[in-house]
């Protein structure tokens, strides 16, 4: 009966892969010299057995389709011991044989927390070596962020599921890729439509894939789900356990919540069970008015959001040449982008006018976090209706923040306004409202 339940914990953990097999065949996990055949059970190193007991087998597949991220101790106790009690020096022996096998940095022991798998996987079962291949230099060039990089990025990722239309996570890759193109990029193109499309269809083929979750978090923040998006995350985690996605994606919704604090939170919780994760709490961080925060951990290719920082802090040079340089470098920007970028250089130039023809010209339909930023902007020069009437467009299309109305310095000589503080009130109700609801979604016991 306890291997009966061994095998099912295990068999749930191989759904994923099993939902990506493609017609190419079954075929083995591939990390440096080592192959491994989970139908088989078999470990070969250059095409040699490698003989390991079933406790160590397992241990290994788990980290193994987990490549790169944490496994938690429990995690691991739970599945190759289910409703057995055993000691840490079961574990520790399991890990000890494996690190003889594949080598001591093989396996990272996370103080506290587990382990993390470190070599990198350059196959799996039922996904083509040809079709992983370009997947994993799909995500290598997503990873960059440019223009240039995600149009590349995206073309691989859709020549994988042309190839392999069960590969959930070319799918859901794919998606991001449309996603972010279709905020950057001035070409005009149906990519959110795209986008939708495309992880729509990562979540039908495996409706538990962290990352498929993850980018539809971006995409739903942006349409004014942030509530929906901060109670479903919550749930997934306690459900789960712990997922870097999920965590990433609280950030993002939690931030467009207005709850700021309880963003960085899910930032710690992120990177501490994926160290490589990016998130967006240089955003959170600015919202904050930690300025410095904002800036040291902003590790995007460069647009806007360090060049508004290094302006918040009254350093206006190294913001006008930031935002200079890139507008005159970036000629593919999409209008959206570079208004936001242009209009922050007029305003900090001096050109009134340029300024606000700038930010009369665009249409934004579910950007709320750039409305958010156009606002301060208005702020900035002084024109209090402008700046509210953007305040309240980005509340209602999902995103606001009472911490960031009373602390930015820009909104300070708004303070005394009936109307300024009637959005704050509103802000501070919606904060409320969504703060209920993640808590009896869990929330709070999934940060501490």
Same mark, same amino acid.
């Given at each position: 009966?306890?291997?009966?339940?061994?095998?099912?914990? +295990?068999?749930?953990?191989?759904?994923?892969?099993?939902?990506?097999?493609?017609?190419?065949? &079954?075929?083995?996990?591939?990390?440096?010299?080592?192959?491994?055949?989970?139908?088989?059970?078999?470990?070969?190193?250059?095409?040699?057995?490698?003989?390991?007991?079933?406790?160590?087998?397992?241990?290994? !597949?788990?980290?193994?389709?987990?490549?790169?991220? !944490?496994?938690?101790?429990?995690?691991?106790?739970?599945?190759?011991?289910?409703?057995?009690?055993?000691?840490?020096?079961?574990?520790?022996?399991?890990?000890? *044989?494996?690190?003889? #096998?594949?080598?001591?940095?093989?396996?990272?022991?996370?103080?506290?927390?587990?382990?993390?798998?470190?070599?990198?996987?350059?196959?799996?079962?039922?996904?083509?070596?040809?079709?992983?291949?370009?997947?994993?230099?799909?995500?290598?060039?997503?990873?960059?962020?440019? %223009?240039?990089?995600?149009?590349?990025?995206?073309?691989?990722?859709?020549?994988?599921?042309?190839?392999?239309?069960?590969?959930?996570?070319?799918?859901?890759?794919?998606?991001?890729?449309?996603?972010?193109?279709?905020?950057?990029?001035?070409?005009?193109?149906?990519?959110?439509?795209?986008? &939708? @499309?495309?992880?729509?269809?990562?979540?039908?083929?495996?409706?538990?894939?962290?990352?498929?979750?993850?980018?539809?978090?971006? +995409?739903?923040?942006?349409?004014?789900?942030?509530?929906?998006?901060?109670?479903?995350?919550?749930?997934?985690?306690?459900?789960?356990?712990?997922?870097?996605?999920?965590?990433?994606?609280?950030?993002?919704?939690?931030?467009?919540?207005?709850?700021?604090? &309880? *963003?960085? +939170?899910?930032?710690?919780?992120?990177?501490? $069970?994926?160290?490589?994760?990016?998130?967006?709490?240089?955003?959170?961080?600015?919202?904050?008015? &930690?300025?410095?925060?904002? #800036?040291?951990?902003?590790?995007?290719?460069?647009? =806007?959001?360090?060049?508004?920082?290094? @302006?918040? %802090?009254?350093?206006?040079?190294?913001?006008?040449? $930031?935002?200079?340089? /890139?507008?005159?470098?970036?000629?593919?920007?999409?209008?959206?982008?570079?208004?936001?970028?242009?209009?922050?250089?007029?305003?900090?130039?001096?050109?009134?006018?340029?300024?606000?023809?700038?930010?009369?010209?665009?249409?934004?339909?579910?950007?709320?976090?750039?409305?958010? =930023?156009?606002?301060?902007?208005?702020?900035?020069?002084?024109?209090?209706?402008?700046? !509210?009437?953007? $305040?309240?467009?980005?509340?209602?299309?999902?995103? @606001?923040?009472?911490?960031? $109305?009373?602390?930015?310095?820009?909104?300070?000589?708004?303070?005394?306004?009936?109307?300024?503080?009637?959005?704050?009130?509103?802000?501070?109700?919606?904060?409320?409202?969504? /703060?209920?609801?993640?808590?009896?979604?869990?929330?709070?016991?999934?940060?501490?």
């Amino acid at each position: 009966m306890l291997e009966f339940a061994r095998r099912a914990v +295990l068999g749930k953990m191989s759904e994923r892969s099993k939902k990506n097999k493609s017609a190419e065949g &079954e075929g083995a996990y591939r990390f440096g010299e080592f192959a491994l055949n989970p139908s088989e059970r078999t470990l070969e190193r250059r095409k040699r057995p490698v003989p390991l007991s079933p406790k160590v087998f397992d241990a290994l !597949l788990l980290f193994v389709r987990n490549a790169e991220h !944490l496994v938690r101790r429990d995690e691991l106790i739970e599945a190759l011991w289910p409703d057995t009690y055993v000691t840490d020096a079961n574990l520790t022996n399991v890990i000890v *044989s494996l690190r003889k #096998i594949l080598g001591r940095d093989a396996i990272q022991t996370v103080s506290k927390f587990g382990y993390r798998f470190c070599l990198p996987v350059l196959g799996e079962p039922g996904v083509g070596p040809t079709v992983y291949t370009s997947f994993l230099e799909g995500k290598q060039m997503a990873t960059v962020r440019s %223009l240039d990089s995600m149009a590349r990025a995206r073309d691989l990722f859709a020549l994988c599921v042309a190839k392999d239309p069960q590969f959930a996570p070319a799918w859901a890759w794919l998606g991001r890729c449309h996603r972010f193109l279709d905020k950057f990029n001035a070409a005009a193109s149906a990519n959110l439509e795209l986008a &939708e @499309a495309s992880l729509t269809r990562a979540l039908a083929i495996d409706p538990d894939l962290a990352c498929a979750h993850h980018f539809y978090t971006q +995409l739903q923040v942006d349409l004014g789900q942030s509530q929906d998006v901060i109670v479903r995350l919550a749930r997934r985690i306690a459900a789960r356990g712990g997922e870097p996605e999920s965590f990433a994606g609280l950030v993002q919704g939690l931030r467009f919540c207005g709850l700021l604090d &309880e *963003s960085v +939170l899910a930032h710690t919780r992120a990177t501490t $069970l994926d160290p490589t994760i990016i998130t967006s709490v240089p955003h959170t961080y600015f919202l904050r008015c &930690e300025y410095e925060a904002a #800036i040291e951990s902003y590790t995007d290719t460069g647009y =806007y959001l360090d060049a508004a920082s290094w @302006a918040a %802090l009254d350093d206006t040079r190294r913001a006008v040449e $930031l935002l200079a340089e /890139r507008l005159r470098k970036t000629q593919t920007l999409s209008k959206l982008m570079s208004g936001l970028m242009g209009s922050l250089l007029a305003v900090l130039e001096d050109r009134r006018g340029d300024a606000e023809a700038l930010m009369k010209g665009l249409q934004i339909d579910r950007e709320p976090e750039v409305v958010f =930023y156009l606002a301060r902007h208005f702020a900035m020069l002084n024109a209090p209706e402008e700046s !509210l009437d953007l $305040l309240q467009r980005a509340r209602t299309q999902g995103l @606001a923040s009472s911490h960031t $109305l009373l602390n930015d310095t820009v909104f300070k000589r708004f303070l005394k306004r009936a109307d300024f503080q009637r959005e704050l009130n509103l802000a501070r109700v919606r904060e409320k409202e969504a /703060r209920v609801a993640f808590e009896r979604a869990g929330g709070k016991a999934v940060l501490s």
